[in-house]
Each structure stands twice: as structure tokens, then as C-alpha cells.
T-cell receptor, first 120, second 115 residues
Framework: AQKVTQAQTEISVVEKEDVTLDCVYETRDTTYYLFWYKQPPSGELVFLIRRNSFDEQNEISGRYSWNFQKSTSSFNFTITASQVVDSAVYFCALSEAPSGRGSTLGRLYFGRGTQLTVWP | ETGVTQTPRHLVMGMTNKKSLKCEQHLGHNAMYWYKQSAKKPLELMFVYNFKEQTENNSVPSRFSPECPNSSHLFLHLHTLQPEDSALYLC??????????????FGNGTRLTVT
């Protein structure tokens, strides 16, 4: 089973529409982090947001908002009034803390990404 | 210059060539990573270095050889590659080792084509 599932492979919208990108994760840890990254055509993954597992407060940053719900293990990302420049691949990621069994390293898992195309 | 810089941006090489990818981070981070991104496939973690020490090798073939001379520089040496190795190779860095909650900062990647 995948640790991070982004069920939407591709989404197309017209400019000014709102769009929500889904992310469902799986972990048994109580301490973990969730991330969203944006990968425009230039190739570089750009960090957008990080949430820790103890903070379920939703966040808004301009046209971007994130809805973190532990009850459904989801961390969805909404773009309001989408623009052509929002066209990119968006990745959700889960970071698990070290297992504690002699390990000092955790694990980072990426979803397969959602290709968002915004048409003018 | 800031962020994570990768060179070259594009590389075409034959199967018998030897080449190297370079990554440099100017963020003072302690961990560096190599990822492979192939078309229609998820991001694949290849190698992780924490404080210059390799801490992870995700069953990567020996034709890929990483080198981390210091916390700011990371190389990926390539030799006798196969056409299926053609992909976007991304370098990243983070303040703390993976699992510590630090976000990764990525370079623009090297688009590798093996002919």
C-alpha cells in the first residue's frame, strides 16, 4: 500500500475556477509531517507548506489553502481563482520520525503527483 | 547565489561515457539527497547524505556512484549507463536528516538522456 496517495493523476480547469488536490496518507506514527510541493515545467520542486501532526488548524496563504484532517488521514490543497501560472505538478509528501529502534533517521514518502493544467 | 544549484541542466551521453552531475547548496543544510524522476513514475530516492556520511542507498545500481566531499557539495558519477537511466535527476538538501520535519529544497535538476 502506498504511504501517500494522490488519486488524481491529472486535473484540467479553466482560469478563475477553484480546484482541490487530494492527498491521503497512511502512517502509524503519532508524530509526522506533511508537505506540499509544486513542480513547474522548469523542473525544480518548490516547497509550499509543512504541517506537523499535532496542528490540525487549516492554513490559508493568498489563493492557497490547506485542509488537514487526521480523522480521514487527508491533507487536501485548494487553489482559489486558479491562474495559468498555477499549472504544474503538485506533490504531497509524508515525513515519519525515526523509528526509535536504534535509528536516527526517519522516512520521507512522496505521492505520485497531480498534474494541474489551468487553461486561459 | 542562493538555494540549490545543479549542473549541467541537460546532458546527453552514450552508454560507454563517464560523466558527473554536480550539486551545490548555499543554505547551510546538513543533509543532501539525489532523486530520480522518470516519466510516469514516482520520485525515487537514490542516496542520502547526512553530515557528509552516506546514510541511505536505495538499491541503486553501481553504475551510479555518489560523492559528498563536504556538506555543501554532492556529485553523482555516471558510467556505462543504460537507456532506461534517462530521467530528470534532482538534488535536494534539508536542514535536518529526513524525518526531522525539515522541508527539502530542490535544485532545477539535470535532464539526462542516454543514447
Amino acid at each position: 500500500a502506498q504511504k501517500v496517495t494522490q488519486a488524481q493523476t491529472e486535473i484540467s480547469v479553466v482560469e478563475k475556477e477553484d480546484v482541490t488536490l487530494d492527498c491521503v496518507y497512511e502512517t502509524r506514527d503519532t508524530t509526522y509531517y506533511l508537505f506540499w510541493y509544486k513542480q513547474p515545467p522548469s523542473g525544480e520542486l518548490v516547497f509550499l507548506i509543512r504541517r506537523n501532526s499535532f496542528d490540525e488548524q487549516n492554513e490559508i496563504s493568498g489563493r492557497y489553502s490547506w485542509n488537514f484532517q487526521k480523522s480521514t488521514s487527508s491533507f487536501n490543497f485548494t487553489i482559489t481563482a486558479s491562474q495559468v501560472v498555477d499549472s504544474a505538478v503538485y506533490f504531497c509528501a509524508l515525513s515519519e520520525a525515526p523509528s526509535g529502534r536504534g535509528s536516527t533517521l526517519g522516512r520521507l514518502y512522496f505521492g505520485r503527483g497531480t498534474q494541474l493544467t489551468v487553461w486561459p | 547565489e542562493t538555494g540549490v544549484t545543479q549542473t549541467p541542466r541537460h546532458l546527453v551521453m552514450g552508454m560507454t561515457n563517464k560523466k558527473s552531475l554536480k550539486c551545490e547548496q548555499h543554505l547551510g543544510h546538513n543533509a543532501m539527497y539525489w532523486y530520480k524522476q522518470s516519466a510516469k513514475k514516482p520520485l525515487e530516492l537514490m542516496f542520502v547524505y547526512n553530515f557528509k556520511e552516506q546514510t541511505e542507498n536505495n538499491s541503486v545500481p553501481s553504475r551510479f556512484s555518489p560523492e559528498c566531499p563536504n556538506s555543501s557539495h554532492l556529485f553523482l558519477h555516471l558510467h556505462t549507463l543504460q537507456p532506461e537511466d534517462s530521467a530528470l535527476y534532482l538534488c535536494a538538501s534539508s536542514q535536518d536528516p529526513q524525518g526531522g520535519g525539515s522541508p527539502l529544497h530542490f535544485g532545477n535538476g539535470t535532464r539526462l538522456t542516454v543514447t
